[in-house]
């Protein structure tokens, strides 16, 4: 009895095994960026090959739709060669990353390959399309994340699975405000995704912001902007993945984004191809469906946490822009960086008065809380009267607040300012911060 229950059993896992024969299709035609196939039984987001004659390995391609009794699919890799009349076959399973210790320290594609072309020692994967945790499973935040930045670290206090979106224009300082939370932050590794990025700032980040200790702890994906829009949105997808992975090893997960516009507009570029009409602002509607559920992937589960820094790319500095707003209203908290205090060369460019943490209360003491209060209104008293004190039309103690507002207004800017290579303790920060008005 017991050889022939051992027989069974070894007969289901070889049928367990067994690769069942799938239903081919043929391409019928390309339009813009997708391609239409008949004759295929795929669902939504479910992996397919396209085998071209002549190369050795088939294109991968995504379904992302269907047109009357055609599917429509988006290479993940590039259109060349496709013709109508290829072959095409469903995996019968949607795109997996591998995951591992062995990651640290690699640069990969959007598709979670390396870079470099050296051999990745990994052979687990994970699912690179996840839902959110759940909401009663998630652990409360309680505990602060050191960045090293010591205007978020007193003023915008961040916790440990805490998500915070940065808000700003092209060129006013977000890669480097990363890099130095990259570098100084606290939590076990980082996560980078760089999402539409110009090809060249790629390896400027990894070697001037980031740096080889900050490489060394850290996972970077990097989606150019030359990729097609698939490759891009998958990257983000595939950076949330491998945080997750880490995350549910315990660990304590810093995720970087930069950036979600970059990943809306990916968005975008695909739903307009699959025919969804324009809104806002040519957004197509399926963009923010799909933001929260990015943005909800990240933060606390009940074995690690991910912090998460997403940039946000707002066009023209207008910070109520469409993909600015919904992201704000996802997020626990803004950091926006001004324009105009870049033009002063005040680094990090970090506008005080308009940015939030709204853990920050939760976290910290309440000695902690009146220092940054009073902060903010000297800086807002100053702000008011500027043009006034820059003519000279203030007469000196003609209004108690704004004289007061002068005469700590070089410190509070002294004490905002951080040069991108310093990095500023916690406890110092709170220090300094506190010990201000003595």
Not at 395 to 403: E, H, K, L, M, T
């Amino acid at each position: 009895m017991h050889d022939l229950d051992a027989e069974i059993k070894s007969w289901r896992e070889k049928v367990r095994r067994v690769k069942l024969l799938s239903s081919t299709g043929k391409v019928t035609r390309v339009v813009g960026l997708t391609v239409e196939v008949r004759g295929v039984t795929a669902g939504i987001g479910e992996v397919c090959d396209i085998f071209v004659p002549g190369e050795k390995e088939p294109v991968k391609a995504e379904v992302v739709g269907f047109q009357e009794d055609c599917s429509v699919l988006m290479p993940l890799g590039e259109l060349g060669g496709i013709y109508p009349g290829c072959l095409v076959a469903p995996r019968g399973e949607s795109l997996t990353v591998k995951v591992g210790e062995a990651l640290l320290g690699r640069v990969l594609d959007g598709l979670g390959r390396p870079m470099d072309g050296k051999y990745l020692d990994v052979h687990q994967t994970w699912p690179v399309n996840n839902s959110p945790p759940n909401p009663m499973k998630r652990k409360r935040i309680k505990e602060v994340l050191a960045t090293g930045v010591r205007s978020i670290d007193a003023l915008l206090t961040c916790g440990k699975g805490q998500r915070i979106g940065i808000f700003a224009g092209s060129g006013v300082g977000k890669s480097t405000l990363l890099g130095m939370v990259a570098r100084f932050c606290s939590a076990d590794l980082n996560v980078i995704a760089l999402i539409g990025e110009r090809g060249r700032e790629v390896l400027d980040f990894i070697e001037n912001d980031l740096g080889p200790d900050g490489l060394s702890r850290s996972v970077v994906v990097a989606a150019t902007s030359d990729q097609p829009a698939l490759v891009r949105l998958k990257g983000a997808l595939v950076a949330s993945a491998i945080a997750e992975y880490f995350r549910e090893q315990g660990k304590d997960v810093m995720l970087f984004m930069d950036s979600v516009t970059r990943f809306a507009m990916a968005q975008r570029e695909i739903g307009l191809a699959v025919g969804e009409p324009p809104a806002t602002r040519g957004y197509t509607p399926s963009v923010f469906s799909l933001l929260p559920r990015l943005l909800e992937r990240s933060g606390t589960s009940s074995r690690g946490t991910i912090t998460a820094f997403y940039t946000v790319l707002v066009e023209a500095d207008d910070m109520n822009e469409p993909v600015a707003d919904a992201v704000r209203g996802i997020l626990d908290g803004h950091i926006v960086l001004s324009r105009e205090l870049a033009a002063r060369g005040h680094y990090p460019a970090i506008d005080v008065l308009n940015s939030v943490s709204r853990l920050m209360p939760e976290l910290v003491d309440d000695r902690q809380i009146r220092a940054a209060s009073r902060l903010r209104q000297l800086l807002a008293t100053y702000k008011q009267s500027e043009d006034l004190i820059n003519v000279g039309a203030y007469v000196p103690g003609s209004n108690p607040a704004i004289d007061e507002a002068i005469k700590f207004h070089d410190g509070i800017l002294a004490f905002l300012r951080q040069d991108a290579r310093e990095k500023v303790p916690l406890d110092k920060s709170i220090q300094q911060l506190t010990s201000m008005w003595k």
